[in-house]
């Protein structure tokens, strides 16, 4: 349930790119008004002009609207060019909340003229049905008040967790954030395995998909944790364990690509931190 008091603030998204359009999708599906939003996108899609009442506002539109909330959804590369021209924009009470992949609190901060009312967050793309998730940690700035809202905020588009450190955001990347790529390499591996056991490309795809859509949805819905799940239908000596013996070796196997490929996700989202301080 959304409070009536977010449904009454102006909302600036800063990026209309694949997360930025995502969550504006997603927001809009769960109840937040088109005249909420404006925005910034240099080039944006026919669907994203139509979808919300101001495209790229000007100096005084900005200052006008002064919005409560600001989303900055822009490629991490970019925070030190376009950043710093949203501080006519923000005002002391200004929510500032950063989906930016490895760029801290306080460098956000700084070039922000030093604001200090931001919230870090790293969502997923499920976000435009609903489904995403949403890793959050705010500076010292931030009220219980505006901390409830930028909650709620990412809670109307999927399932939400504060974090305790900047520091943890590396593994939040590497599991949520980058996560939904690797399910949808694994539904198109799995797709290309079928075919090369003689199914059709079209058979191949419904039986990868709805088999994954099922499996999530059974570790949804019941407290029974995925490694239990898995033994449920692992017979001895079956079909399933004949698989999982290839998938489950130690020396490349899955759990070993898994580990190695979060660690490259990881290590990736703490480079672009420390560049943030080569800058600074």
């Known amino acids: 349930m959304i409070p009536d008091s977010l449904l009454k603030q102006r909302i600036l998204l800063v990026g209309g790119?694949?997360?930025?359009?995502?969550?504006?999708?997603?927001w809009l599906a769960a109840g937040f008004g088109v005249a909420q939003f404006m925005v910034n996108?240099?080039?944006?899609?026919?669907?994203?002009?139509?979808s919300v009442a101001v495209v790229n506002p000007t100096a005084e539109q900005l200052e006008q609207s002064m919005p409560d909330i600001i989303v900055l959804a822009i490629k991490p590369q970019m925070a030190d060019s376009v950043l710093p021209d949203l501080i006519p924009a923000v005002r002391r009470s200004t929510v500032v909340i950063s989906l930016l992949a490895g760029q801290s609190i306080e460098h956000l901060s700084a070039l922000l003229g030093g604001h200090d009312v931001i919230v870090r967050t790293m969502p997923n793309t499920p976000a435009a049905i609903g489904l995403g998730m949403t890793a959050l940690i705010a500076s010292d700035?931030?009220?219980v008040a505006q901390k409830q809202d930028a909650g709620h905020l990412m809670q109307a588009v999927g399932e939400t967790v504060w974090l305790d450190s900047q520091k943890q955001m590396d593994a939040v990347t590497a599991i949520s954030g980058s996560g939904p790529a690797y399910v949808f390499y694994l539904a198109e591996t799995m797709m290309s395995a079928g075919v090369s056991l003689g199914l059709s490309e079209e058979m191949a795809l419904q039986l990868a998909r709805q088999t994954i859509v099922?499996?999530?949805t059974m570790m949804v819905q019941s407290d029974t944790s995925p490694s239990q799940l898995r033994r449920n239908v692992t017979s001895p000596n079956g079909t399933t364990e004949a698989a999982l013996d290839?998938?489950?070796a130690e020396t490349g196997?899955?759990?070993t690509l898994m580990r190695q490929a979060t660690q490259a996700a990881a290590l990736r989202n703490r480079q672009l931190a420390d560049l943030d301080k080569d800058d600074d």
């Open 246 to 248: 290839v998938l489950m």
């Open 17 to 26: 790119g694949k997360m930025g359009s995502a969550l504006l999708q997603g």
């Open 253 to 255: 196997g899955l759990g």
């Open 214 to 216: 099922g499996a999530a």
């Open 141 to 143: 700035g931030v009220s």
């Open 41 to 50: 996108e240099p080039a944006p899609s026919d669907d994203l002009a139509a």
